[in-house]
Structure formats: structure tokens, C-alpha cells
């Protein structure tokens, strides 16, 4: 699969109708692109240019500054293993090298079967529970040798599916529960704004007639 389905794209659409400039729903539609195939491809970066009529280059530039949207293909699981000076104090360094000893492959890179990834991490704000990690985003700690083989196994054999999805789907992007206003509310809001703002350009340009 390339491009994106017709469900991500009649979510895009429904992004797009809730800002003044559709283009400010990018990122949020990156990422439904990106939980799609767990990074994001050139071919749905084109199409997300055709939806939003913005050329590729658009799309990739802002898609590659943003840490958590991939333009390159990661494992199902991406670790994150943080490094920094709590998790560095409590042996977070040990615990990356034993992760690479673990799944046999260099910090950046992915295990053959595409299961997972690691890379280093900067703080992750789970300083309490030093040394930490997140596997897509989801948040691990204290992780001891011992702790992170049995996560590998339990992610390896699906017993986490639940906890911890594939990587790319997010918690969420959609507007659903807390304080989430009605789609059709926004749109008829966001309309009102327009058409106020339009009689408002109107009188002035009266004005100056």
C-alpha cells in the first residue's frame, strides 16, 4: 500500500473543514498517513499534497521536522531509550547497549524481520522511573536487563497488541471525548466567522467607495 485509503482520506477532509486554513491540518494528517504504514511514504506524501493542494516538497519539509512523523521505514516497534541525565545516572546507557545486544542490531537500525527499532532518546519525562524507555510512544520504567527482555517477548508474541500499537497509531488524532466539540459545530462556527468577516471587508470597502 501507497497512497492513502479512502477512510484516511475522508478523515482528511473531515481535519481540513475544521480550520480557516485547511493547510493547518497537516501535521494531523501526516499523521493519519503515518499510522497507515508506520512511517510515512513518498506516495502518501504525494497524495496528501493533492488533497491539500500543496506540492510534495511542502509536505516533506514539514514531515521531516517534526521528530515524531518518520520519512524513513521503522520496525513495528520503535524503542526509545532514553539517555539522559536521570536515565544516565541510573544506568540508561547499559540499558541501550543491552538492548542492541538483545535485538542484535545497532542503535538506528531495525531487526530483520522488522519488528523493531531502537534509537537514543533525549529526555522523555519519566525521570521518576529511571532508567526508562517508550515503545511507540508508550512509556516503560524502571527497565532492568531482565524487564526489557521480557517486554521484547511480550511485544514479539502480541500479549502488549492492546497497550501498544503499531507504531505511527496514535492515541489520538480524531476529535473524540474530553473536551471535543461536535465537528458540525466547528464547521458552522468557522462559518459564521467567515461570513462576518466577509460583510465586515465589505462595509469597509462601502466605506471607502
Known sequence: MARLTAETVAQARELMSLYP???SALVPICHLAQAQEGWLNPEAMEHIAEIMELTPAEVLGTASFYEMLRTEPVGRYMVSVCTNIACLLNGGYELLEHAEERLD????????????????????????????????HRFFGPVSDERFDTL??????????????????????????????????????????????????????????
Open 105 to 136: 542490531i545497532s542503535v538506528g537500525a531495525t531487526t530483520p524481520d522488522g519488528m523493531f527499532t531502537i534509537e537514543e532518546a533525549e529526555c522523555i519525562a519519566y525521570c521518576d522511573r529511571a532508567p526508562c524507555l517508550q515503545v511507540n
Open 21 to 23: 486554513d485547511s493547510r
Open 152 to 209: 521484547v517477548e511480550d511485544l514479539a508474541s502480541g500479549r502488549l497488541d492492546d497497550d501498544v500499537p503499531p507504531h505511527g497509531v496514535l492515541c489520538r488524532v480524531r476529535r473524540e471525548g474530553g473536551l471535543a466539540v461536535p465537528a458540525e459545530q466547528v464547521r458552522a462556527e468557522r462559518a459564521a466567522a467567515d461570513q462576518a468577516r466577509d460583510e465586515r471587508a465589505a462595509a469597509a470597502q462601502a466605506e471607502r467607495s
